[in-house]
């Protein structure tokens, strides 16, 4: 299968400071990236969708200016969790999917944030 | 809007015994896809099986096989000669496109553990 790569694997911050975590996929062009939000024992929760070259589709009730998400490459995209708070604390996961591999879900081995 | 439910929070088999996880989805298209993905205590997601919703046979992937009843908008997979490494969260999954852009719904996943 396809690879995707995220960083960083575990992430702590403090309180109001900002962290980026980059997506990765490392052997096709992945036009359309997810983002999503798992909580410990649950579902996978999507964030958002981000398509290369334009703005990502946020979910409902996800805050668009807390989640930035930046899609600039076919092989990058990254999500900025901006004033982080405790309660963003989670684990993230991004997937890629693309032409080359049927529009395939890849997913990333995903991000754990903590928030101190 | 689509909905994705699995009633099972919770499964266990034996060693080299069948099981099998239940899906019901809810949607009013025609044409989807859904997907059986694994996530192992690495949490890595990991694509279990597809199944087109125009193909009207049963996907199979070697052990891993599913029954899918467009009708009754029913998506179970089986696992045959279960083994050890199966002990996992499963996830069903649906796809749909909205506007070009493909869009992952997922249920609130089965645990599955394997006796020895």
């Known amino acids: 299968g396809a690879v995707v790569s995220q960083h960083p694997s575990w992430v702590i911050c403090k309180s109001g400071t900002s962290v980026k975590i980059e997506c990765r996929s490392l052997?096709?062009?992945?036009?359309?990236m997810f983002w999503y939000r798992q909580f410990p024992k649950q579902s996978l929760m999507l964030m958002a969708t981000?398509?290369?070259?334009?703005?990502?589709?946020?979910e409902q009730g996800v805050e668009k200016d807390k989640f930035l998400i930046n899609h600039a490459s076919l092989t990058l995209s990254t999500l900025t969790v901006t004033s982080a708070h405790p309660e963003d604390s989670s684990f993230y996961i991004c997937s890629a999917s693309g032409f080359s591999r049927d529009y395939e879900q890849y997913f990333g081995p995903g991000t754990r944030l903590t928030v101190t | 809007a689509q909905t994705v439910t699995q009633s099972q929070p919770e499964m266990s088999v034996q060693e080299a015994e069948t099981v099998t996880l239940s899906c019901t989805y809810d949607?009013?298209?025609?044409?989807?896809?859904l997907f059986w993905y694994k996530q192992p205590p690495s949490r890595q997601m990991i694509l279990v099986i597809r199944q087109e919703a125009y193909k009207q046979q049963n996907a199979t992937e070697n052990r891993f096989s599913v029954n899918f009843q467009k009708a009754a908008k029913s998506f179970s997979l089986k696992i045959s000669d279960s083994q050890l490494g199966d002990a996992a969260m499963y996830f069903c999954a649906y796809r749909s496109e909205v506007s070009g852009t493909y869009k992952y719904i997922f249920g609130t996943g089965t645990r599955l553990k394997v006796l020895a």
């Open positions: 949607t009013s298209e025609s044409d989807y896809y």
């Open positions: 981000s398509n290369e070259g334009s703005k990502a589709t946020y």
């Open positions: 052997d096709f062009q992945a036009t359309t």
